[in-house]
T-cell receptor
Framework: DTEVTQTPKHLVMGMTNKKSLKCEQH?????MYWYKQKAKKPPELMFV???????INESVPSRFSPECPNSSLLNLHLHALQPEDSALYLC?????????????FGSGTRLTVV | DAKTTQPNSMESNEEEPVHLPCNHS???????IHWYRQLPSQGPEYVIH???SNVNNRMASLAIAEDRKSSTLILHRATLRDAAVYYC??????????FGKGTMLLVSP
């Protein structure tokens, strides 16, 4: 299995809702990432997990809460989002030293906050 | 993070070779050069990476200048499915990937 699977593919949520994005990989990668991508912009790093521990938080607002329950799963819990949080949310995984191996990205969850 | 410079866009005709340039004059000796591409409504896709020597795989070739201050991604025969944004990224050790603006490749039939 050489894929990163993200669910759901599309999500519409109200500003008072709580929802979660899910990401799964079975490549034995021990580093997992959340990126956010606005329309016509490059992806921007949000969080990095290494060996199931949060290693990087790029000053992301607390309404985004990541979780890594095990080495194959990565969740992003969403609460009280704003319309400007509408974007494509991308999950990726890699060996812990990604420079030598590269990342595998999922297809993303397109989130719309209304 | 070391930075890369790419043209905003390039055009090609189908079945012709495409050479996508990337300048990285501040590259350090241990920076790997990565290329990813992103098709519309998809996540980025790994294309190729290298350190010093030219690299080939089933998708593309990577030509790295001798001084490593620039590199070129070569698509040998462009197809309509190669129309995408191509990102050239420098990566070292445990560092994360930082995406620049990339080059939008347009392929005409």
């Amino acid at each position: 299995d050489t894929e990163v699977t993200q669910t759901p593919k599309h999500l519409v949520m109200g500003m008072t809702n709580k929802k979660s994005l899910k990401c799964e990989q079975h490549m034995g990668h021990r580093a997992m990432y959340w990126y956010k991508q606005k329309a016509k912009k490059p992806p921007e790093l949000m969080f990095v997990y290494s060996y199931e521990k949060l290693s990087i938080n790029e000053s992301v607002p607390s309404r985004f809460s990541p979780e890594c329950p095990n080495s194959s799963l990565l969740n992003l819990h969403l609460h009280a989002l704003q319309p400007e949080d509408s974007a494509l949310y991308l999950c990726a995984s890699s060996q812990v030293s990604p420079s030598s191996y590269g990342y595998t990205f999922g297809s993303g969850t397109r989130l719309t906050v209304v | 993070d070391a930075k890369t410079t790419q043209p905003n866009s390039m055009e090609s005709n189908e079945e012709e070779p495409v050479h996508l340039p990337c300048n990285h004059s501040t590259i350090s000796g241990t920076d790997y050069i990565h290329w990813y591409r992103q098709l519309p409504s998809q996540g980025p896709e790994y294309v190729i990476h290298g350190l010093t020597s030219n690299v080939n795989n089933r998708m593309a070739s990577l030509a790295i200048a001798e001084d490593r201050k620039s590199s070129t991604l070569i698509l040998h025969r462009a197809t309509l499915r190669d129309a995408a944004v191509y990102y050239c990224i420098l990566s070292i050790g445990y560092s994360t990937l930082t995406f620049g603006k990339g080059t939008m490749l347009l392929v005409s039939p």
